[in-house]
């Protein structure tokens, strides 16, 4: 199944709050993990990447939280700020392959 | 953004006209992709190219075909234009630091099909 489930579709965060996107997958032959950030009229940009060896990643205030037997993993986004408003796609790589799957994108509002 | 052009950025069309999209790298990389995103399914790829004259079908191909003739220039032709394919399209390539999965778009090119 080369599918990746996005969850919620929108969320709606106070200033300063954390923000927590959910993906989960099924198919083991996901090998990477990234997650895009797009801005209105603007392409998607990478946010922050894991690897499935690895359980947690942080770059400021993003954080990748991955759960291997589960086959889910997250993005939180620590005292979220206004700036941060954007949709939010987690995507899985296929080993050996070319292909990039993206979940359906979660749309982040940051209210002051 | 530096490195892809994509253009037209925006085009009206009718249905059953060809339309023809542009991808400019400046990057010379061999891979290039190109996305559709609507609402409620994400990205998915239609057509990727692994060189010139090299190229291969994506998740949702169907209507859609592409040339590469020369390595910063990768072309998506909607033969005949249907409403279904009214959507934002993206050309990308990978980001340059190697690991897979890491693409850096251009900033969309927007299609009505009325």
């Known amino acids: 199944q080369q599918q990746v489930k996005q969850s919620p579709q929108s969320l709606i965060v106070q200033k300063g709050g954390i923000s927590i996107i959910n993906c989960a997958y099924e198919n083991t032959a996901f090998d990477y993990f990234p997650w895009y950030q797009q801005f209105p009229g603007k392409g998607p940009a990478l946010l922050i990447a894991i690897r499935p060896d690895v359980s947690e990643k942080k770059e400021g205030r993003f954080t990748i939280s991955f759960n291997k037997s589960a086959k889910q993993f997250s993005l939180h986004i620590m005292d979220s700020q206004p700036g941060d408003s954007a949709t939010y796609f987690c995507a899985a790589s296929i080993r050996n392959t070319d292909k990039l799957i993206f979940g359906t994108g979660t749309r982040l509002q940051v209210f002051p | 953004d530096a490195g892809i052009t994509q253009s037209p950025r925006h085009k009206v069309t009718e249905t059953g006209t060809p339309v023809t999209l542009r991808c400019h790298q400046t990057?010379?990389?061999?891979?290039m992709y190109w996305y559709r995103q609507d609402p409620g399914h994400g990205l998915r790829l239609i057509h990727y190219s692994y060189g010139v004259k090299d190229t291969d079908k994506g998740e949702v191909s169907d209507g859609y075909s592409v040339s590469r003739s020369k390595t910063e220039d990768f072309l998506l032709t909607l033969e005949s234009a249907t409403s279904s394919q009214t959507s934002v399209y993206f050309c990308?390539?990978?980001?340059?630091?190697?690991?897979?999965?890491?693409?850096?778009f251009g900033e969309g090119s927007r299609l009505t099909v009325l």
């Open positions: 990308a390539i990978p980001s340059g630091e190697g690991n897979p999965g890491e693409l850096f």
């Open positions: 990057e010379n990389h061999r891979y």
